[in-house]
């Protein structure tokens, strides 16, 4: 079983930086951030394999940066030039599945999850 918890959310105003954490316990392949906005679809903002190689959703590529700290077992996020448009729950996602390429940024392929962290950035 992977558990995750999630750290660094908060209020900023627009054009600010955030950066989330996430520490998690037991083995995982490759893990990522997701976000969810009120009546909107949860969608994945980053991934990252074991292997360091990442994924972006393009409204955030330039912005935002995945990074892992393997001897901690922490995944960070850090949110640059953030935009209303960013304000959403975060989650941290995980899964141990054997991975073939690229880390996926699709919800369907992450098992684990943590309980998420509410980002608000104002106009």
């Known amino acids: 079983q992977v558990q995750l918890v999630e750290s660094g959310g908060g209020s900023v105003q627009a054009g600010g930086s955030l950066r989330l954490s996430c520490a998690a316990s037991g083995y995982t392949t490759y893990m990522g951030w997701f976000r969810q906005a009120p009546g909107k679809e949860r969608e994945g903002v980053a991934t990252i394999s074991n292997d360091n190689t990442t994924s972006y959703a393009d409204s955030v590529k330039g912005r935002f940066t995945i990074s892992k700290d393997a001897a901690k077992n922490t995944l960070y996020l850090q949110m640059n030039s953030l935009k209303p448009e960013d304000t959403a729950m975060y989650y941290c996602?995980?899964?141990?599945?054997?991975?073939?390429?690229?880390?996926?940024?699709?919800?369907?392929?992450?098992?684990?999850w943590g309980q998420g962290t509410q980002v608000t950035v104002s106009s």
């Open positions: 996602a995980a899964d141990r599945a054997v991975l073939h390429g690229r880390p996926p940024l699709s919800k369907w392929r992450f098992r684990y």
